[in-house]
């Protein structure tokens, strides 16, 4: 058995190409949108992929699964389970399985079994997968999706948050319950192969090891300790992250299915016109890294680095009905078109490099203040604070008199936003506040500075007079 791992470091996602050496196959299991990776895995290793799994209607990223079985031919295996309003949409015209509880399938020697296991949504299964090229009755592992992470479990409130499904977080953490008992009498030894690592929103601790057992879960993830399931449900529920507004739109074209991406057009480099006339039309980020954004920068255009949450806050901040263009190096554009396919977001029209930027009007720039440098800012009342972190976070402490306006709701929310005095924008560490500055000054509040360090350092330095506990 060939087993391999896949991961986006953006989506903090996680996939897994399966193969029988004995009979040159392979199936892979929760592919991302660019699918290219595994065909070329499958290549090296002489194997063809004959099969697509997926786990359930994903939220937070396009699934692969109908891309890889359009281009490969592969047969799709998708849920039958849960509700009929869950059911996957347009697939007839792709070789399709659809899969109930106890379901099995054979890929040579290699035996999945299917396991219904509801909670993160109804739908949602595992792939018990028991190795028969190795002579074993036993399980190897568990692909366990959004059901079972390294130190946590999925969340069930994410079709009553982000699908506006009315009364299913209840319902959801009811059935998280009862598929976690079927989950723990899994022999101790069998790997959990998870969906998602540290950083998803799937959940609210995940772990970034890769892996785990059963039996190391039983005994270390906070959530399968419960024997009361009333306090279970409580406490399950408690503290999720805001879900992204983009989990809707993920969930809706996850069902009915995204545009192959054979069917999508590239984006076109932009001189200093069309630049120009792109901030008028649509959304134009700056991709670059906040300290060079903040040194020097477009009038009108938003700050989204890409780096490891980019995905996250173009999900939170950017429109799926406009077309978008970027000021990115030609080095990074095939990164960048990849990042936001992968949430849905294929309207890149056009890009510019950061030169032709720099040379329309007169650049804008912020402060970017040590929290020593902010601390004198606060303590004078020479500003106002607006914190952009999460509301969990906020519970840990925050700054007195500071306005919470979490960064994915603030281009919602600019007119609460107090003008009368520079705006300092504070986060957890000076990245998220980066962003919120940008949004700012695009929306024209320009008088702004961000405290680099957040408030983790800025409670380390000894703030405690202007500290609120949470």
């Given at each position: ?15 897994y190409?399966v193969g029988?050496q ?7 299991i ?5 699918v ?9 290793h002489?194997?063809?992929i ?12 396009l ?6 079985a ?9 849920s039958d ?7 996957y949409e ?8 659809l899969l109930?509880d ?11 079994d299917?396991?219904?296991?509801p909670?993160?949504?109804?739908e ?6 028991t ?8 399980p190897?592992?568990?692909?366990t999706g ?20 009315k009364?299913?977080?209840a319902?959801?953490?009811?059935d998280?319950?009862?598929s976690?008992?079927t989950?723990k009498?899994l022999?101790d ?5 998870p969906?998602?690592g540290?950083?998803s ?14 039996g190391y879960?039983k005994?270390?993830n906070w ?5 009361d ?24 074209v ?5 545009a ?12 200093k ?12 980020i ?7 954004f ?7 255009v ?8 980019f995905?996250?806050?173009?999900g939170w901040l950017?429109?799926y ?7 990115v190096?030609?080095?990074q554009v095939?990164?960048l078109?990849?990042a936001?396919?992968?949430i ?6 056009g ?5 032709v930027?720099?040379?329309i ?5 912020f ?5 020593e440098?902010a ?6 009342g020479?500003v106002?604070?607006?914190?952009v972190?999460?509301a969990?976070?906020?519970k ?8 919470h306006i979490?960064?994915g709701?603030?281009p ?7 003008t ?5 924008v504070?986060c957890?560490t000076g990245?998220r506040?980066?962003i ?6 695009k ?6 500075k ?17 500290i609120?506990?949470?």
């Amino acid at each position: 058995m060939l087993l391999q791992y896949f991961y986006d470091d953006k989506l903090a996602q996680a996939s897994y190409l399966v193969g029988c050496q004995a009979a040159n196959e392979a199936v892979v299991i929760d592919p991302a949108r660019d699918v290219q990776p595994y065909i070329k895995a499958a290549e090296e290793h002489g194997m063809t992929i004959t099969g697509v799994m997926e786990t359930h209607i994903h939220a937070d990223y396009l699934c692969g699964a109908r891309e890889l079985a359009d281009r490969t031919g592969a047969v799709l295996y998708v849920s039958d389970e849960g509700p009929s309003e869950w059911k996957y949409e347009n697939i007839d015209m792709l070789d399709h399985q659809l899969l109930k509880d106890q379901d099995q399938i054979m890929l040579g020697k290699i035996r999945f079994d299917v396991l219904h296991t509801p909670g993160h949504t109804p739908e949602s299964i595992s792939f018990l997968v028991t190795d028969g090229g190795a002579e074993a009755d036993e399980p190897l592992g568990i692909f366990t999706g959004d059901f079972v992470f390294v130190g946590d479990i999925g969340r069930p409130d994410l079709l009553e948050k982000a699908a506006k499904q009315k009364d299913t977080a209840a319902a959801g953490a009811e059935d998280m319950f009862h598929s976690l008992e079927t989950f723990k009498q899994l022999p101790d030894f069998t790997q959990v192969l998870p969906g998602h690592g540290a950083g998803s929103a799937c959940g609210k601790s995940l772990g970034s090891v890769p892996s785990s057992t059963v039996g190391y879960e039983k005994r270390f993830n906070w959530a399968l300790q419960y024997t009361d399931k009333e306090q279970f449900k409580q406490d399950l529920v408690a503290d999720q992250p805001e879900p992204p507004v983009y989990f809707a739109e993920m969930k809706k074209v996850n069902k009915a299915g995204p545009a192959f991406l054979k069917d999508l057009t590239d984006p076109e480099v932009m001189g200093k016109e069309l630049l120009q006339e792109a901030v008028s039309t649509g959304q134009v980020i700056d991709i670059r890294p906040p300290e060079q954004f903040a040194a020097a920068h477009m009038e009108g255009v938003m700050n989204l680095p890409l780096n490891k949450s980019f995905t996250n806050w173009a999900g939170w901040l950017l429109n799926y009905d406009e077309p978008i263009y970027a000021i990115v190096e030609e080095s990074q554009v095939d990164e960048l078109k990849t990042a936001l396919r992968s949430i849905g977001l294929d309207q890149l029209k056009g890009w510019a490099n950061p030169s032709v930027a720099m040379t329309i009007g007169k650049p804008q720039s912020f402060d970017q203040l040590t929290p020593e440098q902010a601390s004198v800012w606060i303590e004078s009342g020479s500003v106002h604070v607006l914190d952009v972190r999460g509301a969990a976070e906020r519970k840990n402490g925050y700054v007195e008199g500071s306005t919470h306006i979490m960064l994915g709701e603030l281009p919602h929310r600019i007119k609460e936003v107090a003008t009368d005095k520079p705006v300092l924008v504070q986060c957890g560490t000076g990245l998220r506040s980066a962003i919120g500055a940008s949004i700012l000054q695009k929306n024209g509040i320009t008088d702004v500075k961000n405290m680099m360090g957040g408030f983790g350092r800025f409670a380390k330095i000894g703030n405690e007079d202007v500290i609120v506990d949470g």
